[in-house]
Nanobody
Framework: VQLQAFGGGLMQAGGSLRLSCAISGGTFTTYNLGWFRQAPGKEREFVSGISWSGRSTTYADSVKGRFTISRDNANGRVYLQMNSLKPEDTAIYYC?????????????????WGQGTQVTVSS
């Protein structure tokens, strides 16, 4: 399976961006999908996950209430709507597919990393 994130850019604090991830070449409708990010000098961290059905979502505390994850299984897309952006949201954002199908969302079980997209938020 291949995943490609896009939609990043340079934004001022308080602005919004919508990231998209195109999924191809493999099964994804029975897998949870997620977004991660990696800031300069820091380890990659979990941002948000959505269940294979789309009925369950989870968020890191740092983005709760500001970011919304969604998925479109028919078109092979997962999205991350980011509102009220902060400078600390600056990072490369990656989408990923969880390794285990039909499972609960588990942060440590994600793999199949796609190419990331840079998000930069200026103060």
């Amino acid at each position: 399976v291949q995943l490609q994130a896009f939609g990043g850019g340079l934004m001022q604090a308080g602005g919004s961006l919508r990231l998209s991830c195109a999924i191809s070449g493999g099964t994804f409708t029975t897998y949870n999908l997620g977004w991660f990010r990696q800031a300069p000098g820091k380890e990659r961290e979990f941002v948000s996950g959505i269940s294979w059905s789309g009925r369950s979502t989870t968020y890191a505390d740092s983005v709760k209430g500001r970011f919304t994850i969604s998925r479109d299984n028919a078109n092979g897309r997962v999205y991350l709507q980011m509102n009220s952006l902060k400078p600390e949201d600056t990072a490369i954002y990656y989408c990923a597919r969880q390794r285990t199908p039909w499972a609960a969302i588990v942060e440590g079980d994600f793999g199949s990393w796609g190419q990331g997209t840079q998000v930069t938020v200026s103060s």
